[in-house]
């Protein structure tokens, strides 16, 4: 047994999550979804109802086209454009995929904004365990004395009977 720890304690490794991608990973997967969302827009756009989740807006002169939720620029401050036509708008999403495959300064810049989004996530959930659970309060505000709780109460608003099917 001493033998087979030897032999592979050395190549002990973390085993990999299931589903874990690169920041670089993720971004080609949202520049995919919003091209499939393109796609469908160009089908049909009087019956698209998605656009609250892409990139591209119909804006004056033609669609604004920004990198969502991801607050980074793709170069000299870039990170909104507005362009003419739906093939310009398939033009910069293949831009910015080029760019995450291939522009160091942009892929540092979208791991920059994964650890601030990261950060921000686990400082929500911290603050968030600080805050007394409800049953806690209830169970407080249940202790009063009688005499403050008659006088602190409010008259309650019943329901509303429910409407009997007359047939």
Known sequence: MTD????WSSK???KPKAGTKTVIDTFRSRVAEQKAYLEEYERDAAGFKKWRSTWFQRVPG???VSIGRDSVNAGKGLSYVVVETLKDVAEFLDDLAHHAENDAGFQ?????NRKRRATLLNAAKTAG???APKTAVAKASR???PATAESDAKPKRGRKPK???IA
């Open 12 to 14: 002990k490794a973390d």
């Open 62 to 64: 033609g669609f604004g």
């Open 4 to 7: 087979f720890l030897e032999k």
């Open 108 to 112: 540092q810049a979208l791991e920059e």
């Open 163 to 165: 409407a009997e099917n």
């Open 143 to 145: 202790a009063k004395s």
């Open 129 to 131: 365990k600080g805050i």
